[in-house]
């Protein structure tokens, strides 16, 4: 696997739009998609939590897979979520993912059984080699309720040269600090992105490469120039920047799970979207709309 860093920036995790039946909303998904690059996020990455995976099929999985690998058609590049409580699953969703001309995938740990350090490096060694496409890992503790230590992942990068990244979806700098200095200082092509909005400027600050969040949805004006403001080394307005994408992270306290905040906060930001979304979630209250809204408001977005 080369030696380039092959993800960094702002790459949105991209909500799913479905008809009010359910079923893949390709116009609801092609403006999606169209706002975003023009946004100038510097990729995309399909079926992740935001994008529903978990209550799709494997058959819808594949469509929405295939449906914005097509659409995209190589503006930026493309990451497709992957995982599964099953190995043979990933592997195939991969493979699938692979064909269909992905750049990679992203792959979060088994989220029922909770295994072993033995069982859970079985899980992704068996995938790696099966899988020759570049995967990022997805650690995501408070869903999948157990945890990718740094030392594990460093672990599992020292024999695959193609697990190129992770994605921390966790609250803490210490643990995103602790992946930088024990991964990433031995894999400088290892790529680490946060997960949670209003970590993405001390990410970049520690040495880490950018964001995979929510508000990229919705605001990727916050993230992508927090990123950009860094890169020019303009701090100033990356710190304002980033005391505005503060508010955000309270819209995720609103409801869970909160994928139906992520499609009202982008219906309140002017793009006409359908909002539903699939079951078990449902849809946002009007109460809690006024809510999202106020917070909006207090980011500045509306």
Known sequence: MSSELLFKGVIPPVSSIFTSEGKLDKDGMGKLIDFLIESGVDGLFFLGTGGEFSQMSVIERKEVAEFSINYVGKRVPVLIGTGSASTREVIELSLHSKEIGADGVVIINPYYWPLSDEHLFAHYAEIAE???????????????????????????????????????TVDTAGHIREMILKVKSNHPQFSVLCGFDDHLFNTLALGGDGVISASGNFAPELTVGIYQAFQNNDLR????????????????????????????????????????????????????KQELKSILQKAGLV
């Open 130 to 168: 099966n899988v020759d496409i570049p995967i990022l890992l997805y650690n995501f503790p408070g869903l999948t309720g157990q945890d990718l230590s740094p030392d594990f992942v460093r672990k599992l990068v020292d024999h695959y040269s193609h697990i190129v990244g992770i994605k921390e």
């Open 237 to 288: 307005t990356a710190i304002e920047l980033h005391q505005r994408l503060a508010h955000i992270p309270l819209m995720y306290k609103l409801d869970s799970p909160f994928v139906n905040v992520i499609k009202e906060a982008i219906q309140m930001r002017g793009q006409t979207i359908s909002t539903y979304v699939l079951p078990p979630a449902r849809s946002l209250s009007e109460q809690k």
